[in-house]
């Protein structure tokens, strides 16, 4: 708590701002009016009192019938319509399975006028779905209490890629060229999937991205500061990842394809719904392929007296294919009014393959006396498989906003993770010796938990639940060796064949309260306490001695509204990262036998405290939001690196990092006339870090400031032709012992729609000037220089086509389904467990 103060001083200081509008009209008109620009606010309900999200909102000039602004309701029905110049209007409000109303008229005289209309119920009405038109265009940016919401269905320029491609709009994010994502600098976060946790991100982040297409992805949230609800690991905060879903009505088709010089995919959606009862069945399949690129490393090694013991040189060229596919069965029902469930069924499948054809190594002495030397074939292969199987229930009860929920998730991920290295004579390039190693491992959750959530008049909310989560994690590899062009032979001895078993138990309990007070301000302040159970044995039944540990982390968020479109935010959470398979595995990866890495089964999990405080404005068409935060992690899991022989680098893990991070975030949104809206940001943080090794030898610590940032624009030329562009950069990393160098990506598409928006048809151009990017990684210590490149070729040129059939319509929308979140490990930074010594 010691940032507490400097936390409590920034909020202070902001606190004494104007006061909002007070007093209202029959009309809700502001009797003290903002000067400059007029507002119109509301909510609007369905005839149970409900909340209709996502209406569409359209401000129509009395003058001529032009629409001159609009906007779509959140997730609560409300919505705000800013920036309004000058004249009398009209408001008109719409949504399929709905009556259309009007209400008029406002007058806004340049001075400042606020209406609100207040609750705005609508009258149910099925519509076909062809005669609906939508007159306002959701925001590309949100921001709410708690999180950050990036709307990636308005950016057409991810067509035909995944999640990996959408992640690097969003603010606060970083993706590097692996696809590893990090928040403010930190890859210590939770990847949900519709609130819902999955064993396909159980070894890798960046792998589980791959297979969720972009053309499916609604939005994606960004929660720096989770309340009590969520669990407790995530050091960094949670990204949660929402789908696209089908309130229709009716039976639905839809059709997705790409076709690029890198790679293609084809996905097929179809629903049906009727009644109480709807159905989901849907498939997705991308190949990557002529993925090609280089990679040099160069390694000295020292000895005790700092004399040269080696000097490594590595080079060859690459290249890398890939499958992915992502299946899905689902049914939801509602009971009656207040009780709905809903079951799912996921599929996941991971093929990444890596070649690289006559690597060369040399590797000399000190005074250059060659010491060894050959050729090298590798072949590395990762695949997987998951399986999600989940059952919900939840009733709701006459109180809005009363809720009781009891969610359970089954989830499997069997992964493969098999090298093969094959070394040659430099002269004949006859086989003197093979090496592979053969990794099967298993990840198995099975969660149950229950939520319930009571409002208590309108100004407070009471939540509290309890979850379970059993996990078992085994991994079993094999070593095998072979001279000359000969038949393998299995390795025998626990460091090169074993069976490893991991099983841990999580249980939970949180509560949580919600008070708004005084008007302007709100309070969600909460605590769970997460008590965890590890056993953990090898198959030659040497277990390993890991004690159980319980652990509290609280949790505060406060806001306060400083005048119409202004509000700052502050917040504090303590969070833990319970190491994931990946730091845990103690199989051997010597893909490269110049750099091998193995995990350690005995790690610790972090702990970290976050504080941010957060300002964001609206004014005119442009949304701002300048956002600070520091971090503190104690107990942070660090490489370890140590030299084995003459000329080999063994890297594993420990728990001796602490790590601090003072950051600063801008982003913003602006909206030009009715065609042109500008998106982008700039993130930026100061890291510290210390492995808290006192002798002077092994001590390392580094410390420096890292960019990254982005930009999108789109320029709809008319009703049917629409050009977008974004482009990302990522400064130097600064890591423990060194840094790796930064990149930046670009693309640019053009989109054309169908009639009816049943469609769209576009091309899109990736990285299409040169074409080549370059990525270094420094090491340095007393004993190590290392400098690692990589090179990828990654210029790409896409066709896009999508289609729907079918002829739908829309009764009142459907409750919002719930699903499990385990958002409680640590993930591994780099793909499928493998290290980056290629």
Do not use: C
């Not at 790679?263 to 991308?286: C, E, I, P």
Request: hydrophobic letters at 30%; charged letters at 20%.
């Amino acid at each position: 708590m010691k940032h507490a103060l400097l936390t409590l001083l920034i909020i202070s200081s902001l606190t004494v701002m104007a006061q909002p509008p007070a007093g209202y009209s029959k009309m809700g008109k502001s009797k003290q009016p903002e000067v400059g620009y007029g507002k119109l606010t509301g909510q609007i309900l369905d005839p149970d009192n409900q909340p209709v999200p996502f209406a569409t909102i359209a401000l129509i000039s009395n003058a001529d019938g032009s629409t001159v602004d609009g906007t779509i309701a959140d997730e609560s029905g409300k919505f705000a319509l800013k920036s309004i110049p000058e004249g009398n209007y009209k408001v008109s409000i719409s949504f399929i399975g709905f009556d259309k109303i009007e209400k008029s008229p406002f007058e806004f005289t340049g001075k400042g006028e606020s209406y609100d209309l207040g609750a705005v119920k609508m009258a149910s009405n099925t519509q076909e779905l062809d005669e609906v038109v939508v007159e306002g265009q959701r925001e590309l940016m949100e921001e709410k209490v708690d999180r950050i919401i990036y709307n990636a269905e308005q950016d057409k320029t991810t067509t035909g890629g995944d999640a990996t491609d959408v992640l690097r709009r969003v603010p606060l994010l970083s993706v590097d060229l692996d696809g590893n994502v990090s928040l403010r600098g930190s890859s210590n976060i939770r990847v949900l999937i519709d609130n819902r946790p999955s064993t396909i991100s159980a070894s890798s982040i960046a792998d589980a991205l791959k297979q969720i297409p972009a053309d499916q992805i609604k939005s994606v949230e960004v929660i720096t500061s989770p309340s009590a609800r969520y669990d407790a690991e995530g050091t960094g905060g949670i990204i949660n990842i929402i789908t696209k879903k089908n309130n229709l009505q009716g039976a639905s088709v839809s059709l997705n394809s790409s076709a690029g010089l890198r790679g293609s995919n084809l996905g097929l959606n179809a629903s049906y719904r009727k009644g109480r009862a709807g159905f989901t069945l849907g498939g997705f399949g991308r190949a990557g392929y002529n993925i090609k690129g280089d990679f040099e490393n160069e390694q000295t090694l020292f000895d005790d007296n700092g004399n040269i013991r080696s000097i490594t040189n590595q080079s060859a060229s690459t290249l890398t294919n890939m499958m992915f596919g992502r299946y899905n069965l689902g049914f939801d029902y509602e009971l009656n009014k207040y009780n709905w469930v809903n079951a799912s069924v996921k599929f996941g499948l991971f093929n990444f393959g890596n070649t690289q054809d006559d690597r060369t190594s040399e590797t000399v002495d000190g005074n250059e006396n060659l010491i060894n030397s050959n050729l090298q074939d590798v072949s590395m292969d990762n695949l997987s498989n998951t399986v999600d199987v989940s059952l919900n229930y939840i009733k709701t009860f006459e109180t809005k906003g009363k809720e009781f929920s009891v969610l359970t998730l089954y989830s499997q991920n069997s992964r493969t993770n098999n090298f093969e290295n094959i070394s040659k004579d430099t002269d004949t390039e006859d086989v003197l010796s093979k090496q592979k190693n053969d990794n099967d491992s298993y990840n198995r959750e099975v969660t149950i938990q229950a939520d319930y959530v009571n409002p208590i008049g309108d100004k407070q909310i009471l939540e509290f639940g309890g979850k379970n989560i059993m996990r078992m994690v085994t991994s079993d590899y094999t070593y095998f060796t072979a001279t000359g062009s000969g038949a393998y032979t299995e390795v025998s001895g626990p460091g090169f064949t074993n069976v490893f078993d991991y099983n841990q138990n999580v249980t939970a309990g949180y509560l949580s309260y919600t008070l708004d007070f005084l008007k302007t301000y709100s309070v969600k302040a909460g605590g769970r306490y997460e008590y965890t159970t590890i056993t953990a044995n090898f198959s030659d039944e040497v277990d390993l001695d890991l004690p159980s540990y319980g652990v509290l982390v609280p949790s505060l968020n406060l806001s306060k509204k400083l005048g119409i479109g202004n509000t700052i935010k502050a917040a504090y959470s303590r969070r833990i990262q319970r190491p994931s398979l990946q730091f845990l595995n103690p199989n051997v990866d010597a893909s490269n036998p110049k750099n091998i890495s193995q995990g350690n089964p005995n790690l610790d999990p972090e702990f970290t405290d976050n504080f941010e405080v957060s300002y964001s404005t609206f004014k005119k068409g442009t949304s701002l939001n300048f956002s600070a935060f520091m971090r503190n992690t104690n107990g942070s899991i660090q490489q370890v690196r140590e030299i084995i022989g003459q000329d080999t680098i063994r890297t594993t893990y420990q728990n001796i990092g602490e790590e601090d991070a003072y950051g600063v975030s801008v982003f913003a949104n602006v909206r030009i006339g009715k065609k042109i809206m500008l998106n982008g940001g700039v993130d930026s943080y100061y890291s510290i870090m210390n492995n808290n090794v006192e002798d002077p030898i092994y001590s390392a610590s580094n410390q420096g400031l890292v960019l990254s940032g982005r930009v999108f624009g789109s320029y709809k030329v008319n009703d049917n032709w629409s050009f977008q562009f974004f482009s990302f950069f990522r400064g130097k990393q600064v890591q423990l012992q060194g840094y790796q160098t930064g990149f930046y990506m670009y693309s640019l598409s053009l989109n054309r729609s169908f009639k009816e928006d049943r469609g769209s048809i576009g091309i899109g151009a990736e990285n299409f000037i040169g074409g080549r990017m370059k990525r270094t990684s420094e090491i340095s210590s007393a004993f190590i220089d290392q400098y690692n490149t990589n090179v990828m070729y990654n210029m790409n040129f896409k066709v896009n086509f999508s289609y729907r059939f079918g002829k739908l319509s829309v009764s009142q929308p459907r409750r919002r389904g719930k699903s499990v979140d385990n958002s409680d490990l640590k993930e591994g930074g780099d793909s499928g467990g493998m290290m980056n010594n290629q």
